[in-house]
């Protein structure tokens, strides 16, 4: 008697909404994922997803890549907008170390010292592939998540920043409300520092000299000009513009003046 031919298991969607893979061999039990497993894996594939693709890329196809069902994937985020929401929350506000900001405070260092430790910290833990094309696409497509990221880096760098400025320049405390051009004078050394890692996850390019030693040099040349720059903001008062007098009535035209030259034979 022939043998019956073995039927090819078809990867089905169970009632769960989990796409099942073909088995790899009969009798062998598949554990179901906790719900914290399978959010977890909702959300690193979410991020990699639209860091790779932008945020207007449909969850059809990311549900596809987790291996899950769509209905599934909104059983755990009801809409796409929570799913980003949850993805920027763990991305941004918490992905980097309190103890960055201690270092940014820590005057047994030098503010020179400070800045570079803490962009080539920075830099290596924090301005990864997920969290540079991310941002650049909340910018893009999403003010409000890219408006909640620049009051994180307000609250937690660059008011510090400013303080540590403000004493090494002045050669004191000096406490009152940040002013616009202090704040423009910071955010500079952290676009110089955010332009790095534009070129590497943004355009492909290749830094070729050692990461750690191109930071230290930008928060040099950074430096050389900002301590000035500080002193100069608040020792020297801003110089009022000179009004140009106005002439009320000017002098009138005289007749033959506005005649013109007579022509000739006439």
Known sequence: MAAKSRQRRQPTDDASGEVKPEAPGEGRPRRRMLASEREEL???????????????????????????????????FPTKEALLIKIYDRLFPQNWSPALETLLEDE???VRKRLTQFYQQFTETV?????????????????????RYYSILTERIFTRVVAALRTESLGEKVDGPITDFEMELVQSLHAAV?????RRWLHGLTVESDLNE???????????????????LHTVKPKLATAKPVTKNP????????????????
Not at 214 to 232: C, E, Q, W
């Open 127 to 147: 301005l990864t592939y997920d969290h540079v094309r991310l941002f650049l696409f909340s910018g893009l497509t999403n003010s409000a998540l890219n408006a």
């Open 214 to 232: 191109l930071i230290a040099r930008k928060v040099d040349f950074y430096l050389d000009g900002a301590t000035r720059s500080m002193k100069a």
């Open 251 to 266: 002098a009138p035209v005289s007749p033959a003046k506005k005649a013109g030259p007579k022509r000739r034979g006439t």
């Open 194 to 198: 955010y332009h790095v890692a534009f």
């Open 108 to 110: 047994t260092l030098s």
């Open 42 to 76: 909702i959300l690193v594939q979410a991020t990699r997803y639209f860091a790779e693709f932008g945020l207007s890329a449909g969850t059809i196809e990311l549900a596809r890549r987790i291996g899950i069902t769509q209905p599934l994937l909104y059983k755990y």
